[in-house]
Nanobody, 124 residues
Framework: QVQLVESGGGLVQAGGSLRLSCAAS????????MGWFRQAPGKEREFVAT?????????LYADSVKGRFTISRDNAKKTVYLQMGSLKPEDTADYYC????????????????WGQGTQVTVSS
């Protein structure tokens, strides 16, 4: 049974930082591309960042987070991270990690496995 468990969310002031973690089990983690998505109240789920399975340096970011967020992975720990800095109130959302077998993708529907989400609230 595949499980993705996010942690690290919380309340932070604008300009602050948070690091989200997503621990995976039940899958060959090193063979999966991992992604982070977010969903704000009343809005559709949107792409945040993705990291390819084959090389940790192969990443892709949404324009809205580029330069502020960093995605990374530790295959030995079966964990993917999202380091978030210079947080803005508009970053407030539930953050989800997801896994897919294959190339990087910004399309949520192309990810097979999903975590339950962790809430991030950025106060102004």
């Amino acid at each position: 049974q595949v499980q993705l468990v996010e942690s690290g969310g919380g309340l932070v002031q604008a300009g602050g930082s948070l690091r989200l973690s997503c621990a995976a089990s039940g899958l060959t983690f090193g063979s999966y591309t991992m992604g982070w998505f977010r969903q704000a109240p009343g809005k559709e789920r949107e792409f945040v960042a993705t990291i390819h399975w084959s090389a940790s340096i192969t990443t892709l970011y949404a324009d809205s987070v580029k330069g502020r967020f960093t995605i990374s992975r530790d295959n030995a720990k079966k964990t993917v991270y999202l380091q978030m800095g210079s947080l803005k109130p508009e970053d407030t959302a539930d953050y989800y990690c997801a896994a897919r077998a294959g190339a990087r993708s910004v399309v949520a529907a192309e990810y097979l496995y999903w975590g339950q989400g962790t809430q991030v609230t950025v106060s102004s």
